[in-house]
């Protein structure tokens, strides 16, 4: 079997140990005649599944008992809108403009008509917030910007309930919940396949939705019924159960933190000492530990390089298409050594071009 090193930003590299898993019970799990994926969700069979990757996540996130762990559908993309639908009451709502992603969400509040403003902007770094508003509804963020590749060192302090799309860097590093309110993010990234999404929310967010919002876009109707009000995407559950399992066997998201700033460091000081042939797009302070967007100085370089890249086993390393460039993704299951790998053909390349 020969497997490549993907570097894609989502759905991206899952643990061959969580795969392989996956693989030895596709058919007949654990003895009993059939397939999780074909196992009512009122089952004890999959009731154990669900509940195991609640209590997991809880366990290994430290999550606090006063916020509710939600498996929801529809991706972090479903959630922009969701959250407005929830959390608006008679303010404003106040959002920091850190890339795509953002923008996205800022869309949907435009769509919705709420009473929205814009407080912080900039794409090549994390920008502050000069003018929190201690009773704004809410206050949104990306904790880590996927495209551009930067992200939070430190969540801002807010008076105002925090809502964070941690959708590329959710399990990635130990979080302060006291900062936090309201946290969602799809599982495609770091935490299994495409298809479930995970919100953490605090309790007593969980009733300011109006009379008017459908059962399935309130988010007490998920807190209410474990999630299991309708057909959740089981399959997708028990992938987020054996990720978390192997976040546990790795020594836990503290351990996953160090490896993945260990990684980090690899390449990013890789593209500094490269006196110039390579030119990371984020500013230093707020460069991500997930998604390492860079340039070759040389633009016209860059299809060669990723055509070498491919031929050596490393694929997805093309850069999205709104800011074209080289983004090297490294979650959580990126192994140090396929960053490593990664690091060897960029100084083969440097090198060759540069002679
Ligand atoms: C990938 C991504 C999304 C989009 O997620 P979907 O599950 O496709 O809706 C949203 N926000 C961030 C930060 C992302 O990285």
Known sequence: MSRVFNFGAGPSTIPLEVLEEAQENLVDYKGEGMSIMEASHRSKMFDDVHMEALALIRELYEVPEDFEILFMQG????????????LMQTGVAQYVDSGV??????????????????????YDNIPEILNLNDKADYVHITSNNTIYGTQYREFPKTKAPLVIDASSDIFSYEVDWSKIDLMYAG???NAGPSGVTIVIIKKDLLNRFSDNTPSMFRYKTYADNNSLYNTPPTFGIYMLNLTMKWIKKQGGIKALQ???EKKAKLLYDAIDNSEGFYIGYAKKDSRSLMNVSFNIKDSGLESEFINLATKSGLIGLKGHRSVGGIRASIYNAMSFE???????VMEKFASEKSS
């Not at 959630?79 to 639908?85: G, S």
């Not at 396929?338 to 060897?344: H, I, R």
């Open 75 to 86: 991706g972090a993309s479903m959630q922009f809108a969701l959250v407005p639908l929830n």
């Open 187 to 189: 599982a495609q990234k």
């Open 258 to 260: 160090k490896a993945n």
């Open 101 to 122: 992603w953002s923008q996205k969400a800022i869309k949907e509040a435009k769509i919705l008509k709420i009473n929205y403003e814009v407080v912080a902007l900039s």
């Open 338 to 344: 396929g960053v490593k790998t990664l690091v060897e």
